[in-house]
């Protein structure tokens, strides 16, 4: 999927806006075009979204969206995003243990 969105912006000559900045504020804007679609719903409502065709639609277009800045500013930085993600997942493992284990049991939203 990088190669294909790398192989798409470069087609349009559009390289030179794809910055880290310029991505990451893209992402930004598309996380709060999700964001948006849940503003006021209720939790109960929010939870049932996707079994309206016209929410689950935009919910699923958004989504892709995130996604795309997502991987073409992994792509920008060198940033491999499965990497990444399994040694966030393996700090989470140990800074949040199950229940029962030993240690603070807190969220965070690092």
């Known amino acids: 999927m990088q190669r ?3 192989d798409f912006a470069a087609a349009r000559d559009w390289a030179e806006y794809h910055t880290p900045k310029n991505l990451a504020v893209a992402l930004s804007v598309e996380a709060s075009e ?4 849940f503003q006021w719903l209720t939790p109960e409502q929010s939870a049932k979204v996707m079994e309206r ?3 689950a639609h935009r919910v699923a277009d958004e989504v892709a969206d995130v996604l795309a800045y997502l991987l073409q500013f992994c792509e920008v ?3 491999d995003v499965l990497d ?3 040694a966030k997942i393996e700090r989470n493992e140990l ?3 199950p ?3 030993s240690g603070p049991n807190r969220h ?3």
């Open 108 to 110: 965070s939203s690092e």
């Open 4 to 6: 294909r969105l790398a």
């Open 77 to 79: 930085l060198g940033v």
């Open 53 to 55: 065709p016209e929410s």
């Open 34 to 37: 999700l964001v948006e679609i």
């Open 84 to 86: 990444a993600l399994a």
């Open 95 to 97: 800074r949040f243990p």
């Open 99 to 101: 229940k029962g284990g």
